[in-house]
């Protein structure tokens, strides 16, 4: 088959004017002559001549012709889209886990998207993240052979999917015609952006940051500690225990703990310990003696009745009602509890506590991943991916949602900053994102993060002590990570 070279849009109307030359009929003759004779005369003068002229001519449109018609073909699309026309329709599904503002947002965002792409159309389908409701849901359509296009994944199902041969990389995206410049990359927070690379598969980019937030996040009524002679949220637990002494009263709780998996994964840290090894297979020696550490901090505080335990999100009533001086959450609940507390008072965000130091927070929160479908239905969703992350829509989605902005210029923003004027509270978790810590982006994690909610419900049922817990625990963990 033969390649012709690509043509500007100049050259491709030109080509399709010759050929139509070549092409149409020849001009009408010339008015007839005054005499007989003198026509006889003219034709056999001119005959020779014009046989000669012509005999080439014709020659070269012929030859000309084949060559003319196929460039016209190769610059069909060029003058096609010169000329307006309209791009093929594609439409994507997006499967999500968002719910009350954070749900009406990204519906506002897919509307506003069709009208800088109205010929790419993107349904929305709503499963909760609760029980991994979301992550079975994909599983089970991996082996029904029927994946979404675009999904909201957590690093550790992204790599399971990813095993399961359903992840489109988006290297190739990133260094595309329609990728990221240099300066795109530099003005992404990099702790966001990395959560979607993963060392095990060759350092692949298989998640692009989106609704990102940090968790281990002690959100505290702050006229409350002000009253028990404390002006900001301790850094240290024995702070945390002289100051809820100060606090508890019949009718009045000091700290509500909801277990959760990732503040103990902050906490392994924050008691001097460390969760992996040297590879993706091996726990780190010091991860059995931090988690103990960490949930005999949770018995005591119980036992001495200075936290109750909460197992949902009831406890929020409870804040938002003046009964509960804090607790842990993450910085997207923020539009949640705003919505309970209606201004009845000041409430602030800091790290949780450490042993030693302020324990730090942890990255939550999902990316933005690509399933394997059509090429035109994998560049739309890059497409999407890239427009919903830049500058204005992050600033969007952050003051709306509470979520964390993905660039830097975000976050600089006029409209961000005066976000933060209005919430001040979320400078402590801006300033918490150089520090967060990323779980482990492996498929196992899910099996582990399962047997850590196992164990702390125990240990804060105080139907298991610590010890017994952290040593199930580490058995269950290294198990999950040898499979």
Same mark, same amino acid.
């Given at each position: 088959? %033969?390649?012709?070279?690509?043509?500007?849009?100049?050259?491709? #109307?030109l080509a399709l004017g010759l050929l139509a030359t070549a092409c149409s009929p020849a001009p009408a003759a010339p008015p007839a002559a005054t005499s007989a004779a003198q026509t006889s005369a003219t034709v056999a003068a001119v005959a020779p001549t014009a046989a000669a002229a012509a005999a080439p001519a014709a020659t070269a449109v012929a030859q000309a012709a084949p060559t003319l018609a196929a460039a016209v073909a190769a610059a069909a699309p060029t003058v096609a889209a010169a000329l307006g026309a309209p791009e093929p329709p594609v439409t994507l599904t997006f499967w999500h886990g968002m719910q009350g503002a954070q749900? *009406?947002? $990204?519906?506002?965002?897919?509307?506003?998207?069709?009208?800088?792409?109205?010929?790419?159309?993107?349904? #929305?389908?709503?499963?909760?993240?609760?029980?991994?409701?979301?992550? @079975?849901k994909v599983m089970g359509a991996i082996a029904a052979n029927s994946t979404p296009d675009l999904v909201q994944g957590f690093p550790n199902d992204t790599s399971a999917w990813f095993d399961a041969g359903a992840v489109v990389p988006l290297d190739d995206y990133l260094k595309g015609s329609n990728g990221l410049t240099q300066a795109d990359l530099e003005d992404i927070y990099p702790s966001l952006l990395?959560?979607?690379?993963?060392?095990?598969?060759?350092?692949?980019?298989?998640?692009?940051?989106?609704?990102?937030?940090?968790?281990?996040?002690?959100?505290?009524n702050a006229p409350m500690l002000k009253a028990a002679g404390f002006d900001r949220f301790p850094a240290?637990?024995?702070? /945390?225990? =002289?100051?809820?002494?100060?606090?508890? %009263?019949p009718d009045v709780q000091c700290y509500v703990i909801q277990p959760s998996q990732s503040r103990s994964y902050i906490q392994v840290f924050a008691h001097g310990g460390e969760v992996m090894g040297g590879d993706t297979k091996t #726990?780190?020696? @010091?991860?059995?003696?931090?988690?103990? +550490?960490?949930?005999?901090?949770?018995?005591?505080? $119980?036992? %001495?009745? &200075?936290? $109750?335990?909460?197992?949902?999100?009831?406890? @929020?009533n409870?804040? *938002?009602?003046?009964?509960?001086?804090?607790?842990?959450?993450?910085?997207?609940?923020?539009?949640?509890?705003?919505?309970?507390?209606?201004?009845?008072?000041?409430?602030?965000?800091?790290?949780?506590?450490?042993?030693?130091?302020?324990?730090?927070?942890?990255?939550?929160? !999902?990316? #933005?991943? /690509?399933?394997?479908? =059509?090429?035109?239905? @994998?560049?739309?969703?890059?497409?999407?991916?890239?427009?919903? =992350?830049?500058?204005?829509?992050?600033?969007?989605?952050?003051?709306?949602?509470?979520? &964390?902005?993905?660039?830097?210029?975000?976050?600089?923003?006029?409209?961000?900053?005066?976000?933060?004027?209005? +919430?001040?509270?979320?400078?402590?978790? &801006?300033?918490?994102?150089?520090?967060?810590?990323?779980?482990?982006?492996?498929?196992?994690?899910?099996?582990?993060?399962t047997a850590m909610?196992?164990?702390?419900?125990?240990?804060?049922?105080? !139907? *298991?002590?610590? +010890?017994?817990?952290?040593?199930e625990l580490v058995t269950k963990a290294t198990a999950a990570l040898k499979r």
């Open positions: 088959m %033969k390649h012709y070279p690509k043509l500007s849009t100049t050259t491709a #109307l749900e *009406a947002t $990204i519906k506002a965002l897919v509307e506003d998207y069709k009208k800088v792409k109205p010929n790419v159309t993107i349904n #929305l389908d709503f499963t909760s993240y609760s029980q991994n409701a979301l992550q @079975q990395k959560e979607g690379v993963f060392p095990q598969y060759q350092n692949k980019q298989l998640g692009f940051p989106f609704n990102k937030s940090l968790d281990g996040v002690m959100v505290y240290t637990w024995a702070e /945390v225990e =002289t100051m809820c002494q100060k606090i508890v %009263k #726990l780190s020696p @010091q991860f059995g003696p931090g988690m103990e +550490k960490w949930y005999d901090r949770e018995k005591s505080l $119980i036992e %001495k009745k &200075l936290a $109750i335990v909460v197992r949902d999100f009831s406890w @929020q409870e804040f *938002a009602a003046g009964k509960v001086a804090f607790s842990a959450t993450t910085s997207a609940g923020d539009t949640f509890i705003e919505g309970l507390v209606k201004g009845a008072f000041e409430y602030g965000f800091a790290p949780m506590p450490g042993e030693s130091a302020a324990g730090g927070m942890s990255i939550s929160g !999902t990316n #933005l991943v /690509v399933f394997k479908s =059509t090429a035109a239905k @994998q560049q739309a969703a890059w497409d999407f991916i890239k427009w919903v =992350t830049q500058k204005d829509q992050s600033v969007r989605w952050a003051t709306a949602t509470g979520y &964390l902005p993905v660039r830097k210029s975000a976050a600089a923003d006029p409209a961000y900053r005066d976000f933060l004027a209005k +919430k001040p509270r979320f400078n402590a978790v &801006l300033e918490g994102l150089a520090t967060a810590k990323s779980e482990p982006s492996i498929a196992a994690w899910s099996e582990v993060r909610g196992d164990v702390e419900n125990k240990v804060t049922s105080l !139907t *298991a002590s610590p +010890k017994a817990g952290a040593e």
